[in-house]
């Protein structure tokens, strides 16, 4: 058995939704499970010699390859029905293993997290028990399993909740962007057009962006200021 619950802490589990933007779409990493068809936000366990947040690095940077994430606790889910026997035992058998007992196949309560990535510097790496690890447009997702398309739900909810706020903690945009660039992310998140000078007098007031030469890529009379994003 990969998991011996000598190693793992028993019946608690942890899912991440990952967020990329690319092509003014909004993007969440998914992975499908070896012979099985079954969809699933990257997650895992917790060891007994670790604290929750590192597992959740080391799983991340495991599928993604990056390190300096900012990830955000936001929801634990541990409703009665999140117990599904049936589906475990099919990941397994799977990957060629015989699950018959254990707490693998008893309920689990999850502690989720979600991120937001710069989808450019990310090549998907699928573990073990997976065929692939992919990037789907937030508004055509599979069904997944158990329930995480709630939990996808949630980390949204969350996440136009607070946008304003962790903006300067998330890694979703180049080191140097438009403002018409912040605006395209903001629209994706919030499902909803913003007026554009509107939208740039927010930004300014926000005191978080700094303000760098014009990009130069026609007519200088259309060139847009580049930003950033203040360091203090």
């Keep these: 058995m990969p998991f011996d619950s000598k190693d793992y802490i028993a019946n608690l589990s942890y899912d991440s939704v990952i967020f990329g933007f690319s092509n003014e779409k909004l993007k969440i990493l998914i992975l499908e499970y070896h012979n099985t068809g079954a969809f699933a936000l990257p997650g895992g366990f917790v060891r007994m010699d670790e604290p929750l947040d590192e597992a959740v ?72 028990f997976s065929d692939s690890i992919d990037w789907y447009d937030f508004d055509s997702l ?44 903001y629209e994706s998140i919030l499902g909803e057009t913003q007026n554009r000078a509107n939208f740039q007098r927010k930004m300014l007031g926000l005191g978080i962006l700094e303000r760098h030469e014009k990009l130069f890529s026609g007519g200088s009379h259309k060139a847009p200021f580049l930003y950033s994003f203040r360091k203090d």
Excluded: C
């Design 57 to 128: 690095k080391r799983g991340l940077s495991e599928r993604t390859g990056l390190d300096e994430i900012y990830l955000e606790q936001f929801h634990t889910f541990g409703s009665l029905e999140r117990s599904d026997p049936a589906i475990m035992k099919r990941i397994f058998e799977g990957q060629g293993l015989k699950l018959t007992d254990g707490w693998m196949l008893g309920r689990f309560v999850t502690v989720a997290y979600y991120a937001l990535i710069n989808y450019e510097t990310v090549t998907p790496k699928p573990d073990v």
């Design 142 to 185: 599979p069904l997944l399993m158990q329930d995480h398309n709630l939990i996808v739900t949630k980390a949204l909810e969350h996440l136009r909740t607070h946008l304003d706020q962790k903006l300067l903690s998330f890694n979703l945009l180049p080191d140097f962007f438009t403002m018409k660039d912040l605006q395209r992310v």
